[in-house]
């Protein structure tokens, strides 16, 4: 497969572009991360997400140190070439957790009467995720 279509994403000045997992059937929105040129490649080519991690400035198998797996159904583009968007099935050894808290979603905090409320259950403590 050819390259050319990495080239049709607008980057950023650091060479990233944003992204959202969503997961199929539910249509919850689990997480929002980074992907620069060759983590969107490795992510077309072997179907499970892999992302640019900002903070240990590397490439970030998802997965790799907690289990809990993506496999990528489709990658989507917004209408401005700027923002990606992966339909995934969240898989590993907890499946439906996707966050490093120990949650299905990393959107568990609501702003409910200037207050933010947690609204979903820790379903496995990331320390023993992470031990």
């Given at each position: 497969?050819?390259?050319?279509?990495?080239?049709?994403?607008?980057?950023?000045?650091?060479?990233?572009?944003?992204?959202i997992?969503?997961?199929?059937?539910?249509?919850?929105?689990?997480?929002?991360?980074?992907?620069?040129?060759?983590?969107?490649?490795?992510?077309?080519?072997?179907?499970?997400?892999?992302?640019?991690?900002?903070?240990?400035?590397?490439?970030?198998?998802?997965?790799?140190?907690?289990?809990?797996?993506?496999?990528?159904?489709?990658?989507?583009?917004?209408?401005?070439?700027?923002?990606?968007?992966?339909?995934?099935?969240?898989?590993?050894?907890?499946?439906?957790?996707?966050?490093?808290?120990?949650?299905?979603?990393?959107?568990?905090?609501?702003?409910?009467?200037g207050?933010?409320?947690?609204?979903?259950?820790?379903?496995?403590?990331?320390?023993?995720?992470?031990?």
């Amino acid at each position: 497969m050819s390259s050319a279509w990495l080239d049709e994403v607008k980057w950023d000045e650091r060479g990233l572009v944003p992204v959202i997992a969503q997961e199929e059937g539910t249509g919850d929105v689990l997480m929002f991360a980074w992907m620069n040129r060759e983590a969107l490649a490795l992510t077309a080519e072997r179907g499970q997400a892999v992302y640019w991690s900002r903070s240990r400035n590397k490439l970030w198998h998802k997965g790799e140190e907690s289990g809990h797996f993506q496999q990528v159904h489709a990658i989507r583009m917004d209408c401005d070439n700027d923002v990606l968007l992966l339909t995934i099935t969240q898989l590993g050894h907890d499946p439906g957790i996707a966050c490093h808290t120990g949650r299905h979603s990393c959107f568990f905090q609501k702003l409910e009467n200037g207050i933010w409320h947690t609204t979903t259950p820790v379903l496995k403590d990331p320390h023993k995720i992470y031990e």
